[in-house]
């Protein structure tokens, strides 16, 4: 089955700065990729996603990109705010299920004003 | 308008004990999920449902029954509940492969 794993597992920026966290997957048959924002206490959201015939999504200050060969996609924050603060999930569709996701373990990014 | 609605949000109860924590979804959705957030953030995946059947069974104790009476509910039964039991379980809906899994807002359940 689909195995991902994410990096790193904290993340600590100052405002303004960028953040990047990196994810690979095991299974070279997955589509989907989403990325989501889990603030303390609540539920985890969508943020972004991407799909296996696109390279990079881009959404405001959020970006993805997606290298199908070496399996790996990457979430891109620019501009960082103190309420990016929150755990980031990447996943990936399990192709030999339905709809399953799989989740990275997690990236708590904290944006220190 | 809440998309995906679970109750209740906490739950503490005695090892040994039986509980059980509803979820709805007003989306249409037909596929549903339970998925069980342990006290590291792990998200994982415990079943899925498809048009109230069974899909996936993530090698979950049978302690656990989920039941779907409809394809908008999806309920989670817990019986003889274990201190390792305790961790945020999230109901979640999608409405198809390969799209976006909606949550609900999580139940919190802590067995002393």
């Known amino acids: 089955g689909e195995n991902v794993e994410q990096h790193p597992s904290t993340l600590s920026v100052q405002e303004g700065d960028s953040a990047v966290i990196k994810c690979t997957y095991s299974?070279?048959?997955?589509?989907?990729f989403p990325w989501y924002k889990q603030e303390l206490g609540k539920r985890p959201q969508l943020i972004i996603d991407i799909r296996s015939n696109v390279g990079e999504k881009k959404d405001q200050r959020i970006a993805v990109t997606l290298n199908k060969t070496a399996k790996h996609f990457s979430l891109h924050i620019t501009e960082t705010q103190p309420e990016d603060s929150a755990v980031y999930f990447c996943a990936a569709s399990d192709p030999g299920g339905y709809n399953k996701l799989i989740f990275g373990a997690g990236t708590r990014l904290a944006v220190h004003p | 308008d809440t998309a995906v609605s679970q109750t209740p949000k906490y739950l503490v109860t005695q090892m040994g004990n039986d509980k059980s924590i509803k979820c709805e979804q007003n989306?249409?959705?037909?596929?549903m999920y339970w998925y069980k957030q342990d006290s590291k953030k792990f998200l994982k995946i415990m079943f899925s449902y498809n048009n109230k059947e069974l899909i996936i069974n993530e090698t979950v104790p049978n302690r656990f029954s989920p039941k779907s009476p409809d394809k908008a509910h999806l309920n989670l039964h817990i019986n003889s509940l274990e201190l390792g039991d305790s961790a945020v379980y999230f109901c979640?809906?999608?409405?198809?492969?390969?799209?976006?899994?909606?949550f609900g807002q999580g139940t919190r359940l802590t067995v002393v």
């Open positions: 299974d070279s048959a997955s589509n989907y």
């Open positions: 979640a809906s999608s409405p198809n492969m390969n799209t976006e899994a909606f």
């Open positions: 989306l249409g959705h037909d596929t």
